[in-house]
């Protein structure tokens, strides 16, 4: 059964850190370009950071650069997202996502194949 299941969201005050994790199941993991998006509350569901199927190149959104560090770990079959420096408007459910098709990462939701549950990140100020 392929799977992806996230972990790690909380609820942390504004400039905490927090370190997401995506374990992957049932799939060739270093087969697929990784993506962590988000969503919040009333708002479309973004793309937050990508990650190429060895590791070598990743890719972020303005809004989370500098702040936010994806990697993975394809010997655990693991994505991660450390994010420093919280801010009350990231709050939002996060999802890791897996992409076999594209040569290099895409900021588009089509683009994904396989989805997780979501974990929920709440920022206080």
């Known amino acids: 059964q392929v799977q992806l299941v996230e972990s790690g969201g909380d609820l942390v005050q504004a400039g905490d850190s927090l370190k997401l994790s995506c374990a992957a199941s049932?799939?060739?993991?270093?087969?697929?370009?990784m993506g962590w998006f988000r969503q919040a509350p009333g708002k479309q569901r973004e793309w937050v950071a990508a990650?190429?199927?060895?590791?070598?190149?990743?890719n972020y959104t303005d809004s989370v650069k500098g702040r936010f560090t994806i990697s993975r770990d394809n010997a655990k079959n693991t994505v991660y997202l450390q994010m420093n420096s919280l801010k009350p408007e990231d709050t939002a459910v996060y999802y890791c996502?897996?992409?076999?098709?594209?040569?290099?990462?895409?900021?588009?939701?089509?683009?994904?194949?396989?989805w997780g549950q979501g974990t929920h990140v709440t920022v206080s100020s």
């Open positions: 049932g799939l060739t993991f270093n087969s697929y370009i």
């Open positions: 990650i190429s199927r060895a590791g070598r190149n990743t």
């Open positions: 996502a897996a992409d076999k098709r594209s040569n290099w990462y895409s900021d588009s939701v089509y683009e994904y194949d396989l």
